[in-house]
């Protein structure tokens, strides 16, 4: 089997209830590597996303508080359990960490974690 076409798209959130879908697609030679086009991909989709992101403010589309301060791309370096733990970790009273059970338990590794905080707060 010899892959000819790899195309990669991805829908961003742009708050307040929009979005923008961003592609690209690449035709491929014979011996050319299939995830290497897919890394090219992603990189340029990411890219023009953030040169979006940012000619839109410019252009006043968003209030100052509505572009967000990090970009979480697609491949994460923190798992979604660390990025979890990080979000129970700045919880300060029993309502606000109430939000996050329901995560924790569907993950062993997180209702342990959850289990713990509940128990510091008052």
């Known amino acids: ?22 592609g690209v697609e690449f035709s491929i030679n014979q011996g050319e590597s299939a995830n290497k086009a897919l890394d090219i991909a992603r990189e340029l989709v990411e890219d023009y996303h953030k040169q979006n992101v940012a000619r839109l403010k410019d252009l006043g589309y968003f209030y ?25 970790d700045a919880c ?21 974690y959850y289990n713990d905080k509940l128990k510091t707060i008052k």
């Open 64 to 88: 100052d508080d509505q572009v967000p301060d990090e970009v979480i791309p697609t491949q994460s370096k923190k798992t979604l359990v660390e990025k979890t733990k990080e979000f129970i």
């Open 1 to 22: 089997m010899h892959i000819q076409t790899i195309n990669y798209t991805k829908t961003f959130n742009l708050g307040n209830y929009s979005s923008e879908k961003i």
């Open 92 to 112: 300060n009273t029993k309502e606000d960490l109430k939000a996050w059970e329901l995560m924790a338990k569907s993950n062993p590794e997180l209702l342990g």
